[in-house]
């Protein structure tokens, strides 16, 4: 398997959404998840289809959306995916969630644009959280990006050997302790994450940036280049 460590210095759908009227712009989208309506964006890129898609997981808790979700999506639309984020049920406690995460991953596969064969997912905080969760129980992934991870005792690292797809997990360094973390180290869990993987002969690579503004959390708050041409070179050779 490839591994590889880098450190550096330093809903549904109408029949005009499956053309590509709306491509790159976005267009709202609601997905039932176990009595919930997720409320969302899908995202198409110009051209022919079918695509790759990617849906991207949210962080933060209860109503505190964390991450860029419609930003990302249209990000990626731009780069040739369809990009799917959905907000999910706001309830702080994490039961449910991966239902709702899972519903999304099913809703874009169904999509007449998506090669449902090509289906990754990007995950931001607690949404890396669910990333690694899906990725453990879902193979029908091609591709998985987790970054800054939750520190959470649902992360069960165990599940390291069951995930199939490609993996690449990005931290800040400094990003050792916050209010957005709940003072909890993620670069260092993060190692801890990769080394799981890493043991398990996982195909997955690992980028560790430099200290991002005072908090390093936050590198991930919007869509950067400083990340995000990595995301879309992973994501490209592997959806």
């Known amino acids: 398997m490839r591994t590889s460590l880098k450190f550096f210095p330093l809903v549904v759908l109408t029949g005009i959404l499956a053309t590509c009227s709306i491509a790159q712009g976005g267009e709202p989208v ?15 890129p110009g051209g022919q289809g079918p695509f790759p898609a990617v849906v991207y997981h949210h962080g933060g808790v209860g109503h505190r959306i964390g991450g860029a979700p419609e930003d990302t999506c249209r990000a990626l639309a731009k780069k040739g995916f369809v990009g799917l984020a ?55 992934l091609a591709a998985v990006v987790i970054m800054a991870v939750a520190v959470h ?29 709940r003072n909890r180290d993620t670069a260092e869990f993060t190692r801890k994450l990769v080394s799981a993987l890493r043991q398990a002969d996982r195909d997955v690579q690992s980028i560790v940036y430099p200290p991002f ?3 390093g959390h936050t590198l991930f708050f919007k869509v950067r280049p400083e990340y995000f041409s990595d995301v879309v070179r992973f994501l490209k050779s592997n959806l």
């Open 30 to 44: 609601s997905i039932p998840s176990g009595g919930h309506r997720l409320q969302g964006t899908v995202c198409l």
């Open 86 to 140: 959905i907000i999910r049920r706001p309830t702080r406690p994490l039961t449910g969630h991966l239902d709702d995460a899972d519903a999304a991953v099913d809703y874009v596969k169904q999509l007449p644009s998506v090669d449902p064969q090509r289906v990754g997912v990007i995950g931001f905080s607690r949404g890396g959280l669910l990333s690694w969760q899906q990725a453990a129980s879902r193979p029908d």
């Open 153 to 181: 005792p649902d992360l069960n690292l165990d599940d390291a050997s069951r995930i199939k797809a490609p993996v690449l997990v990005l931290v800040a360094k400094n990003d050792t302790g916050s209010k957005y973390t």
């Open 213 to 215: 503004q005072p908090e």
